[in-house]
């Protein structure tokens, strides 16, 4: 009797650790891919409030859609084709995550979603109180005038904005010009904080942004979003176009100048050339 309730505990115990193992993989995998976007019982962000997810849709379909929700907008899934058009038809990134950990994921997001959310506290605008100090100091850090406390990359090596104050910008990256419309400064900001992109977080991997830094450049960029139909930033591609073209030919020429008037003979040619006297 004493070996079967033995055995039972073991069981009982063995079971609760491997749960606690698979909430803990869930945890870590929401943290690192999916809070920047979503949030559980405390509303909208940039994707949909996750606090009973399960409930709208099959597990099979939440699996097939994490892995890549693209592949399911083009085929023209109604569920997922439904979601894009509410959230401003920005695509969830792609997750090269196996059916378990996305399981996971799902199981901590129904452990941690449990409730109703009435009690989730209000959304706070966190660019309350910022000044025209907080939106200077983005702009030095998006264009790269001022270097990141911990270094790392500027935001323009990317990613371009419209504004006229900003000479050169990155084309590699999507043009941020109206994101705070889309997004709101929470968006923003998570996104920023932890970034769900693969290779904005390989960029940034070893160089975290402080908080001020996140908060500066969320100012930033609602002022880029604010001002954007003044701004008539200068296109110079067709002045550096020009530029290069005559420095091209100024090259072109000096080599041909060059070329004709280099010297055809050796420099003791006319020395050796010369007739040689016989002395008798």
């Known amino acids: ?141 998006f264009s790269g005038s001022q270097q990141f406390e911990n270094g790392g990359a500027s935001c323009t ?25 889309v997004m709101g400064s929470a968006g923003i900001a998570a996104i920023i904080k932890n970034p769900p992109f693969p290779v904005m977080q390989s960029a940034y991997k070893d160089y975290d942004l402080s908080e001020e830094e996140v908060l500066d450049l969320t100012a930033y960029l609602r002022s880029v979003s604010e001002q954007r139909i003044y701004q008539r930033p200068r296109d110079f591609s067709v002045a550096f176009a020009s530029f290069g073209f005559l420095v091209f030919v100024m090259i072109f020429m000096s080599t041909i100048i060059l070329y004709f008037k280099r010297k055809r003979l050796a420099v003791n040619h006319k020395l050796l050339s010369r007739p040689s006297k016989v002395v008798n």
């Not at 979601?83 to 990134?93: A, H, Q, R, S, V």
């Open 157 to 181: 090596s990317c990613h371009k904005v419209r504004d006229e104050r900003i000479f050169s910008s990155g084309t590699l990256a999507k043009d941020l010009s109206e994101t705070f419309d």
């Open 1 to 141: 009797m004493n070996i079967c309730k033995m055995k039972m505990l073991l069981l009982v115990v063995g079971i609760f650790v491997f749960t606690l193992s698979r909430g803990d993989e869930g945890e870590d995998l929401f943290k690192l891919t999916c809070k920047a976007c979503h949030t559980i019982g405390k509303g909208r962000l940039v994707g949909p409030d996750l606090l009973n997810v399960s409930d709208k849709h099959s597990q099979e379909w939440m699996v097939s859609f994490i892995k890549s929700s693209s592949s399911m907008v083009n085929s023209g899934d109604e569920e997922a084709v439904a979601i894009f058009d509410e959230y401003n038809k920005l695509l969830m990134p792609d997750n090269a995550y196996s059916d378990g950990q996305i399981i996971n994921i799902l199981a901590y997001i129904e452990q941690g979603g449990s409730g109703d959310g009435s009690e989730a506290p209000p959304a706070i605008d966190m660019l309350e109180g910022t000044t025209t100090e907080n939106v200077r100091h983005g702009l030095n850090l």
